[in-house]
């Protein structure tokens, strides 16, 4: 079992920067990949961003590629959201969850077994 909580949301103008972080325990954390999931009401659950458990393969959506950064520090096992040039339609609950990744399972369609309770980023224009 894996516990995921994020943390670092909050409310921010557009252009403006937030760093989420998702602190996991219970298995090493080192062997999950994670993927940053968000959701706003009546819309579906969009993939956001991703990273393997060898921290050098990342994955970003379009929407989040250029602005977006995600790494992780396995020894302090948690993983981060870098987000920049924040825009109103950014404003979601964003998740993270974790799983055991095949090899060749892409990040924005990897089957994740543990997901955090959300953490709400607002983006006022």
């Known amino acids: 079992q894996v516990q995921l909580v994020e943390s670092g949301g909050g409310l921010v103008q557009a252009g403006g920067s937030l760093r989420l972080s998702c602190a996991a325990s219970?298995?090493?954390?080192?062997?999950?990949?994670v993927g940053w999931f968000r959701q706003t009401l009546g819309k579906e659950r969009e993939f956001v961003a991703g990273i393997r458990e060898d921290v050098t393969i990342t994955s970003y959506s379009d929407s989040a590629k250029g602005r977006f950064t995600t790494f992780r520090d396995n020894a302090k096992n948690t993983v981060y959201l870098q987000m920049n040039s924040l825009k109103p339609e950014d404003t979601a609950v964003y998740y993270c969850?974790?799983?055991?990744?095949?090899?060749?399972?892409?990040?924005?369609?990897?089957?994740?077994?543990?997901w955090g309770q959300g953490t709400q980023v607002t983006v006022s224009s």
């Open positions: 219970g298995r090493p954390f080192r062997w999950y990949g």
């Open positions: 969850a974790a799983g055991l990744l095949g090899v060749s399972e892409r990040l924005r369609t990897a089957k994740y077994d543990y």
